[in-house]
């Protein structure tokens, strides 16, 4: 998979070469490449943002350079990329979205600081190609690096080869299957005993059927503990008569 990201902080994105993400990149299944946005900026300051048109607090970043910069790398490829815009006004980013844009082979990131890119842009290259306005969260963050750290490593564990156990994100929370509207439930590795604590004894009952059954009860009391809106909005035959009874 291809990624490419435009700002006016590269140095923001460091992190993407350490721990799985740099993993990934140093063994080939990623490319990534970061791109300094003022390279497309034309005065003497390498202005990127100007005050916005109708007043009010803060800037707006110009259209021209964001213009250039995706220009460059839209010629850069070959095909289209998704093109994907940090902002708090965005979609929600969800797991799911992280599986789609994973199937991908190319995503184009474009975080903006200030108040956010001036409109025609994603007017411009939405008219073309397939641009997703994506919000990590319900607060508002200085500017859209942080959520391309964020989104970009959760798409990059989901390539094929990247997780070391292929196995390891078929129970996350939030992923499709059987636990799908369900929180993952604690864990626990050795010793078996720490400060006083034990272990769940089922645990190591050696009886798969009620290690299952007591995981399921686990992750249905922390969902609705700390997420009873995801029990809520559930297919109400996503759930047996033991979690009913919960
Ligand atoms: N930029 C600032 N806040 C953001 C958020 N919550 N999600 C995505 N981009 C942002």
Do not use: C
Request: aromatic share 6%.
């Amino acid at each position: 998979m291809r990624l490419d990201i435009v700002t006016i902080f590269p140095e923001y994105l460091e992190p993407l070469n350490v721990s799985l993400v740099g993993k990934a990149r140093a063994r080939g299944q990623l490319d990534v490449r970061i791109h300094d946005l003022r390279q497309w900026a034309h005065d003497k300051h390498n202005t990127v943002d100007d005050t916005p048109y109708g007043g009010g607090p803060g800037m707006v970043m110009k259209p021209e350079p964001w213009g250039e910069a995706l220009d460059s790398v839209l010629a850069s490829g070959e095909g289209e990329p998704v093109v994907v815009v940090p902002t708090p006004s965005g979609e929600p980013f969800t797991q799911q979205l992280a599986v789609e844009l994973s199937a991908k082979p190319w995503l184009v990131f474009t975080p903006a600081r200030y108040e956010g890119i001036d409109r025609r842009v994603i007017e411009e290259y939405g008219d073309r190609l397939d641009v997703r306005e994506v919000s990590i969260g319900d607060y508002v963050l200085a500017g859209g690096e942080a959520p391309v750290l964020v989104m970009v490593e959760a798409v990059a564990r989901l390539l094929p080869g990247v997780l070391g156990n292929a196995a390891s994100h078929q129970d996350d929370s939030f992923a499709p299957g059987a636990m799908a509207d369900l929180l993952e439930g604690p864990v626990y590795t050795k010793p078996p005993e720490w400060r006083g604590r034990t272990i769940p004894e089922v645990l190591v009952s050696g009886h798969h059927g009620k290690i299952a059954r007591w995981r399921r009860d686990e992750a249905f009391r922390r969902t609705d503990r700390n997420r009873p809106d995801l029990i809520e909005r559930a297919d109400p035959a996503a759930f047996d008569k033991h979690d009913r009874a919960m």
